[in-house]
């Protein structure tokens, strides 16, 4: 590799060619400051915030360390009066525009430009007198808010929309101090083909984007004492949390935080890896049943609901290849609300089913048809990981003082298997740990598809079970998911089985998860740190295939019969529907 | 913030011209703006449903589209009407009381710049300098040019508009 040599600082540092400032400079342990550049997603030298000097010949210039290359001998200073004046009237007109209420603000102490402000210490005075946006909240989508008084235009949310996602439902409207980012007419989120995966809340430096959040009611409901509340956690959940509370990033702190729910008044507190385990028996049958009659393939999964939705509105032809499985979520809902409620002695009524998620779509998905198996709806109220952080806090709890503590019976017991999910890759391992189980009737010797695992947006593998080749991809992000999709609209696609998850990396980097700052996502692969932790976890546990679960055959011998039973069909499984791109 | 007003009335012809317009220019680099322009060209202007049809028929987001259309002054939103007015508030024109034409007419149609009447007779824009400093304050409807103007002219001008 070519490697190019400079200094930063007077601090001497070599880098591979096409390297930029910045990250030469990060390289060398100087932070230069960014706003709108986020590595690998929008890298447009829009905000000029990172401006540094360059040492020149005929004097030196400024130029944005975001997008500029390293060059051969190139001396490059970071802290000169010069930078810090230019980034602090940047920050100064950025500011002349911005709703300042910080304190009532959603990321008041996780604000990118909150904390930009700290660092340049900034003052209260309008230097640039003039007019003020001030433009309505759009609260039109069910999972999210818009609050554009906030926005600073840094074109993050537009990236990962329009070019990580390809979804391209936001983009920036009207020129000038006009230009607001919106959707198209004017319309709201909610009006759009928009698939709820909160990926752009996810890269928003600012409180312009956040989920519609529901700690309130949740807090309502358990101080109804003729409420019965239950939680549900995903596996994702475990791994993201412990970052509100200063943890590293790929910290698992499953015991803490069942500790915290209990804490916060649940009256149980539920796996959804339960649900998981039980996704994979109804799953992994399906698939069985698809390959011995003649069913469609390939078969795809259904857990992730943002991928659901983008498939309804973007391939309703194909839609007969997703499983007719519920999410985890979903399940772990329905069976709360029937097994659970009947075992329990409790009105399913009278249950207030609560989940918490790495995930904003789960916000749409409760409010789908069918997802109600005991005539009421499956699940009440998501709360993301960041609302369930904010939870913690607000009822006052010492997180990292709490004991470790487990989940409840009779649908808290769960597999490695289970755990997975999280990752890109996890369903489809965990799948195949018990279908090629079920297909040999054999004893797997390892139960790890390893494969299948790792951050890259596509992989696939080739399994030879029971003298049949398997064939099978996974993808993450929709943007990855269109070239799966169009393969099997062409009729080209060689899989059986195919995992897709909405966002990059899967869940664990899902738009409900704690908000991590370019200052650290630049430099450190965040989805790859998390999903660790949760291999970690599933190489912990005694039981790692989902049929082996000794709650998950209780529930099977006790009520639902066997995989796919009709009792299995009402309870766990679901149907799609068409609708437009628009 | 633009909004829609009046109905659409596209005809299938025009959608059967501007296919093949999408149909021809899909697969170029750099083709929205081009398919976009010509669009203009066959509805006189850019609404919902001639930026959705564009959009499925290039599989470009109705966001971008819509984003480049309210980028660029040189793409409309609204109709315009069978007579289009403009009023010059260049600086000769502004000093001499162009406002006040701007501000009665306004008035007078019940539009805002940009818009169409509901009869789709008249439209009105803001133009800047035509080139008629010497006759400020000016307008013009279609071809027309009106100068030295004062607001008690404008009922007879529009009368002659039929």
């Known amino acids: 590799m070519d490697m190019v040599n400079l200094k930063v600082n007077g601090i001497s540092v070599s880098v591979p060619k096409g390297t930029k400032i910045v990250a030469a400079a990060h390289e060398a342990g100087v932070k230069v400051p960014t706003l709108c550049y986020l590595k690998g997603v929008n890298e447009i030298a829009s905000c000029r915030i990172c401006m540094v000097e360059v040492v020149g010949p005929r004097g030196n210039s400024l130029v944005p360390a975001c997008a500029q290359p390293v060059k051969e001998g190139m001396e490059v200073l970071t802290n000169t009066p010069r930078v810090l004046d230019a980034r602090r009237r940047t920050l100064q007109l950025i500011l002349s525009d911005h709703n300042k209420k910080c304190l009532s603000c959603v990321r008041n102490g996780k604000c990118e430009l909150q904390e930009l402000c700290h660092e340049m210490n900034m003052d209260d005075e309008d230097h640039f007198k003039g007019a003020q946006h001030l433009p309505p909240v759009d609260d039109s989508a069910v999972h999210m808010d818009r609050d554009n008084s906030k926005c600073i235009l840094c074109r993050r949310c537009v990236s990962m929309c329009t070019n990580i996602q390809q979804i391209g439902v936001i983009g920036a409207n009207n020129r000038g101090f006009n230009t607001q980012i919106g959707c198209a007419f004017e319309r709201g989120l909610g009006e759009t083909s928009c698939v709820s995966c909160g990926q752009c809340i996810a890269v928003c430096p600012t409180g312009a984007l956040y989920e519609k959040s529901y700690i309130d009611e949740v807090l309502a409901a358990i101080a109804d004492p003729k409420k019965h509340v239950v939680v549900q956690t ?310 790692r295939k989902s049929h082996e679960n000794p709650s998950i055959k209780k529930i099977y011998a006790d009520f639902l019969g066997k995989p796919g039973s009709e009792t299995a069909h009402h309870v766990l499984h679901t149907h799609y529907v068409p609708r437009e791109v628009c | 913030m633009k909004s829609q007003t009046l109905p659409f009335t596209g005809t299938p012809e025009q959608a059967a011209e501007l296919q093949k317009v999408i149909a021809e220019l899909k697969d170029q680099p750099g083709a929205l703006m081009p398919i976009m322009q010509k669009a203009q060209g066959i509805y006189g202007y850019l609404p919902i449903e001639v930026q959705k049809m564009i959009a499925d028929g290039t599989g470009i987001p109705i966001e971008k589209i819509y984003g480049v259309s309210t980028f660029y002054a040189q793409f409309n939103l609204q109709p315009k009407g069978k007579y289009r007015i403009s009023v010059c508030l260049g600086t000769a024109c502004y000093v001499k009381g162009g406002d006040k034409i701007w501000d009665a007419l306004r008035k007078k149609l019940g539009i805002g710049e940009g818009e169409c009447t509901s009869d789709r007779k008249f439209s009105l824009d803001s133009c800047r300098c035509i080139g008629a400093c010497g006759m400020a304050p000016v307008m013009m409807i279609n071809d027309d040019v009106y100068g030295r103007l004062t607001v008690d002219q404008l009922d007879g001008i529009l009368a002659k508009y039929n």
């Open chain 1, 234 to 543: 995903a596996p994702s959940v475990r791994v993201g949390l412990g970052e509100e509370f200063g943890y590293p990033i790929g910290t698992d702190v499953e015991g803490k935080m069942a500790a915290a729910l209990r804490r916060i008044g649940f009256d149980k507190v539920f796996d959804t890896d339960f649900g998981a385990d039980l996704t994979i028996m109804e799953e992994a049958n399906e698939f069985v049943e698809r390959v011995k009659t003649g069913g469609v393939l390939p078969m795809i999964t259904s857990c992730s609901p943002g991928w659901v939705k983008y498939c309804e509105h973007y391939y309703p032809d194909q839609l007969a290849h997703l499983s007719t499985c519920k999410s985890p979520q979903q399940m772990q809902g329905a069976v709360t609300k029937t097994y659970y409620a009947k075992k329990a002695g409790i009105d399913p009524k009278d249950i207030v089913s609560v989940s918490v998620m790495p995930c904003t779509a789960k916000k749409f998905e409760i409010g789908r048809d069918g997802q109600e198996a005991a005539g009421v709806k499956d699940v009440d109220y998501v709360l993301t990981t960041r609302e369930l952080a904010r939870m913690i806090k607000r009822v006052g709890l010492d997180f990292r003082s709490l004991p470790d503590e487990t989940f409840d019976d009779p649908i808290g017991e769960s597999t490695g298997a289970a755990v997975i999910f999280g990752a890109t890759g996890g369903v489809m391992e965990a799948a195949l740990r018990t279908a090629v189980e079920t297909l040999t009737g054999e004893t797997l010797a390892r139960p790890e598809f390893h494969e299948v695992r790792g951050q890259e947006g596509i992989k696939e593998a080739t399994y030879n079970v029971a003298g049949m080749e398997v064939k099978v991809a996974v993808a993450s992000s929709t943007g990855n998911a269109r070239k799966i999709m169009d393969q099997i609209r062409a009729g080209t696609a060689p899989w059986h089985f195919v995992e897709i998850m909405c966002c990059p990396g899967g869940c664990v980097n899902g738009g409900g998860q704690p908000q991590v700052p370019a200052s650290i996502r630049n430099f450190v692969n965040v989805p790859k740190l998390r999903a660790d932790a949760l291999y970690r976890n599933n190489e912990a546990k005694t039981i």
